[in-house]
């Protein structure tokens, strides 16, 4: 019997490994493009991978952080803060972003309990 569908797949059936490959490297590719044109932008990332605030010290470290990247400069601010239960990545744009961002990668390095892992990166893993 013919498969007439696209490619030969059956739709009940997954996709072979290679095409998952292909789909994950198309994923990659467009993350790549798109981190290249914030960066010619200006928007500048740090991505800080917390594990989980076990304790109120843990939560303070992070609320101190966040807090500092909420306080605008005259010509640097934050204008997204994102992450789950274990991470946070912070959006900054403006002409003095490379400077926010190392002031604010300073500061958690100053705050890290000794395990986070800091990037100027939008990707914290």
């Given at each position: 019997?013919?498969?007439?569908?696209?490619?030969?797949?059956?739709?009940?059936?997954?996709?072979?490994?290679?095409?998952?490959?292909?789909?994950?490297?198309?994923?990659?590719?467009?993350s790549l493009v798109?981190?290249?044109?914030?960066?010619?932008?200006?928007?500048?990332?740090?991505?800080?991978?917390?594990?989980?605030?076990?304790?109120?010290?843990?939560?303070?470290?992070?609320?101190?952080?966040?807090?500092?990247?909420?306080?605008?400069?005259?010509?640097?601010?934050?204008?997204?803060?994102?992450?789950?239960?274990?991470?946070?990545?912070?959006?900054?744009?403006?002409?003095?972003?490379d400077a926010f961002?190392?002031?604010?990668?300073?500061?958690?390095?100053?705050?890290?309990?000794?395990?986070?892992?800091?990037?100027?990166?939008?990707?914290?893993?």
């Amino acid at each position: 019997m013919t498969d007439h569908h696209a490619g030969g797949q059956r739709p009940d059936l997954p996709l072979p490994s290679d095409g998952c490959a292909g789909i994950l490297e198309q994923l990659a590719v467009a993350s790549l493009v798109a981190e290249a044109e914030d960066l010619l932008r200006g928007v500048r990332y740090l991505s800080i991978a917390t594990g989980d605030p076990e304790t109120d010290d843990d939560l303070a470290r992070v609320n101190a952080l966040t807090s500092a990247a909420w306080t605008p400069r005259a010509d640097a601010a934050t204008t997204a803060i994102r992450g789950g239960n274990d991470y946070l990545t912070i959006r900054v744009e403006g002409a003095e972003a490379d400077a926010f961002v190392d002031d604010l990668a300073e500061l958690a390095q100053r705050l890290n309990p000794g395990f986070w892992r800091i990037n100027r990166s939008p990707h914290a893993f």
